[in-house]
């Protein structure tokens, strides 16, 4: 249970300056970049600004961990993973004020989403790998062929600033797990709890150098990582324009394998025949709203058919207004703040640009609490969102929802796959085999049915089109840290 004293006890508390964490220590770093809390807009800490030079100590440490770790044997490698999900859970409070501290995600979502979530990943792929099987091959009998899974060498993972421990552990979990050594660059305003994350994997025994976190600015420490010749995957969570530059990193590098995550617009389909409108309302609502909309599977775009629009937005509407926005560190706040004022000003200008297009604001549309110093927004809704308006087509990574209307079923798909993305979606029917052809037609990589953004760390999370490709999440997430590898052997 979320206690209000203890959370304010840990936020009253200085973030003192941090380092790169490089085989197994602190290191300083030559520049430094301000971190400034979406709480307030006060400067929080300071943190390394990754060199070239940085990236290189970090990679050459990855490497030299490698062949131990890889071969230390799924056993040890489990007990200290295992290890790692409990020091995470043990220090669960700490992790998520740091990390609302860093990025302003309300506290009742953080503890769940980030630390939590995050224990859960490293239990998941710990207790996987003493129970994958390589394979031995259906050959002639006079051959035996042996199909090995080897780990890759050193993966680079580069995250957001929402959900930093999530997602992180999305990819440092399966790539641990798989005997990989790791370099992560987390994003430069969401780098505090991976930073004490892998403080806690040397305290769980994990040896020096086999995780590494270098902090920095995406265009010079990303960029570095990404051009490494000695890195020999990147896995990416992000915006497209970065996932195109890696992929042009990879091919002016080392051919490195590049797994990409990329945004969404995804839609949120309610048909007339759903069975609890007011349900309905209440789901999508926050399968919009919270996190203040920053969620890459966010139901961005709601389809509704229209002879159900009016009863439908107006419970929708009614919800909407009912959050509560407003500090994330306070367990009153049902939605916190904007991550930065660029992504406020982002949000803002959205919401003018469909405006400007033809679009109607029903409810929201405007920053509040500016005398606070952070960077709060209302939720917002817009109707009339035509598939040729800016707000149908791109990702705002805000708390804004665009509500566009259809008569058929054919209608609603085309709609739905009316984008370049195809991250998330969700279909409210009670028809069956409504429900069933839906799942079908929608090109995504997870199609919701009578609810919104139900997930676990059993099944995969990735998308279709430029949504990217690779999936995080569930044992397939860990052919992506391995190799194949054949042995053909002579029997005669
Ligand atoms: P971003 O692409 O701006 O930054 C992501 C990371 O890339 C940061 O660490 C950043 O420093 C780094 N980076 C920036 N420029 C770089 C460069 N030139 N070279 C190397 N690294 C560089 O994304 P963001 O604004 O932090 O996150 C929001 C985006 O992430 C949204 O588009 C969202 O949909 C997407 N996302 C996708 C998923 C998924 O699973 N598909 C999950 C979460 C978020």
Avoid at 150 to 177: R, S, T, Y
Avoid at 229 to 251: C, I, N, P, W
Wanted: glycine share 10%; with cysteine.
């Amino acid at each position: 249970m979320l206690n209000q004293e203890a959370i304010d006890a840990l936020a009253s508390q200085a973030v003192p300056a941090r380092g790169h964490l490089i085989n197994g220590r602190m290191v300083e770093g030559s520049e430094r970049i301000e971190v400034t809390s979406p709480i307030d807009g006060k400067l929080l800490t300071t943190i390394a600004a990754g060199t070239e030079k940085d990236v290189d100590d970090a990679v050459a440490a990855a490497r030299a961990a490698f062949p131990k770790w890889s071969r230390s044997g799924p056993a040890f490698r489990r007990k200290v993973l295992l290890k790692l999900a409990e020091l995470i859970e043990k220090h669960a409070l700490e992790l998520a004020v740091l990390g609302v501290r860093d990025n302003g995600t309300e506290i009742g979502m953080a503890l769940k989403a980030e630390p939590l979530s995050a224990a859960g990943t490293f239990r998941y792929y710990g207790e996987a790998i003493d129970k994958i099987y390589d394979e031995i091959a259906p050959t002639a009998p006079e051959v035996l062929a042996l199909v090995h899974r080897e780990p890759l060498g050193v993966v680079g993972a580069i995250v957001p600033w929402h959900f930093p421990m999530m997602i992180g552990a999305w990819k440092v979990a399966p790539a641990l797990a798989a005997g990989n050594t790791v370099v992560l660059k987390p994003a430069e305003i969401a780098s505090l709890s991976l930073l004490r994350l892998a403080e806690l994997a040397l305290e769980a025994g994990m040896p020096e150098g086999v995780f590494n976190v270098v902090t920095g600015k995406g265009s010079v420490t990303g960029k570095a990582l990404g051009l490494h010749m000695d890195v020999d995957a990147l896995a990416f969570t992000g915006s497209g324009g970065v996932g195109r530059q890696l992929l042009e990193y990879s091919a002016r590098s080392n051919l490195k394998r590049v797994f990409l995550e990329l945004g969404g617009k995804s839609p949120n389909i309610v048909f007339a025949d759903t069975a609890d409108l007011a349900r309905a309302a209440k789901v999508s609502a926050s399968g919009i709203f919270r996190n203040s909309g920053q969620v890459c599977v966010a139901g961005s775009r709601l389809l509704v058919e229209e002879s159900v629009q009016g009863a439908f937005l107006e419970q929708l509407a009614a919800v909407t207004e009912k959050f509560r926005v407003g500090n994330p560190l306070s367990l009153s706040s049902d939605i916190g703040a904007v991550s930065s004022a660029d992504q406020l000003g982002k949000d803002l200008g959205y919401v003018e640009k469909a405006r400007a297009e033809g679009g109607t604001v029903v409810t929201g549309g405007n920053r509040i609490l500016e005398e606070t110093g952070g960077t709060y927004m209302q939720p917002t809704i817009v109707t009339g969102v035509k598939p040729d308006m800016t707000l149908f087509k791109e990702e705002v990574f805000g708390p804004v929802l665009a509500v566009t209307t259809f008569r058929t079923e054919e209608e609603a798909v085309r709609l739905a796959n009316g984008t370049d993305y195809g991250l998330a979606s969700a279909v409210w029917t009670s028809n069956l085999s409504r429900a069933h052809r839906m799942i079908r037609a929608v090109h995504a990589g997870v199609v919701h049915v009578n609810t919104y953004g139900g997930s676990d760390i059993t099944v995969p999370l990735g998308g279709f089109k430029q949504s990217g490709f690779g999936r995080d999440k569930s044992l397939h997430a860990m052919e992506k840290y391995t190799d194949l590898k054949t042995a053909w052997i002579d029997l005669g």
